[in-house]
Structures are given as C-alpha cells and as structure tokens.
C-alpha cells in the first residue's frame, strides 16, 4: 500500500510565493518520475513540472521560469516551489508519482496524492 500525502498549499496574493510538498509512504521498492499537476473547477487536469529519479526536470510553457521542482529521494518526497503566482495558477495541485511497490517490483504504478488547494487572489 502506497500513499502520497500533499502539503503547502493556502491563499496567497498575486506575485507572491507557496511552498508544495509531497511525500509518499507506504511498501516502496523504488520511486521513478515524480511530478505535479493542478485542476481548476470544470477544466482537465493539466500537468504542471515534472522530475525523473536522476533529477532531470520539464515544466509546463506556462509555469517556466516561476516554479521549481525538486526531490529528495531518500525522504520520497517531491517539492514545487511556485513564485510569482499568476490568478490563473488558482487550483488543486496534485502530486503524481510512479512507484515500484516491494512484492510486484517489476510493475510501475502511478500514483496520486489527494490534493492540495492553492488560490491566487488579492
């Protein structure tokens, strides 16, 4: 069993910054790509950044040069570090991770975490 737990989220004003953090738990073999995606109420979920297992790092057109993405792999954790926040970064940030579970190492699963609320608005 596996879980991902999102944290950081709130209300910030336009050109401010949030923290995200994520970390997953649970009977875990290995962690491969992580990353973060957010949703706004009536729209697709969209991806925002993206991180594999070496550190290698992509990012959504709209987010490059404001946010950041991380890891520490011996916490299974991934951060999004969001500045200059946009109204239109307003959303639920999930966390997304793939996941070899000990006992079925040779199958990759993704991963979700349960949401983190994030409003940009003065």
């Known amino acids: 069993q596996v879980q991902l737990v999102e944290s950081g989220g709130g209300l910030v004003q336009p050109g401010g910054s949030l923290g995200l953090s994520c970390a997953a738990s649970?009977?875990?073999?290995?962690?491969?790509?992580m990353g973060w995606y957010r949703q706004a109420p009536g729209e697709q979920r969209e991806l925002v950044a993206r991180?594999?297992?070496?550190?290698?790092?992509s990012y959504a057109d709209s987010v490059k040069g404001r946010f950041t993405i991380s890891r520490d792999n011996a916490k299974n954790a991934v951060y999004l570090q969001m500045n200059s926040l946009k109204p239109e970064d307003t959303a639920v940030y999930y966390c997304?991770?793939?996941?070899?579970?000990?006992?079925?190492?040779?199958?990759?699963?993704?991963?979700w975490g349960q949401g983190t609320q994030v409003t940009v608005s003065s």
């Open positions: 649970g009977s875990i073999f290995s962690i491969g790509d």
């Open positions: 997304n991770a793939d996941i070899r579970v000990r006992g079925s190492i040779l199958t990759v699963r993704s991963h």
């Open positions: 991180i594999t297992s070496a550190g290698t790092t």
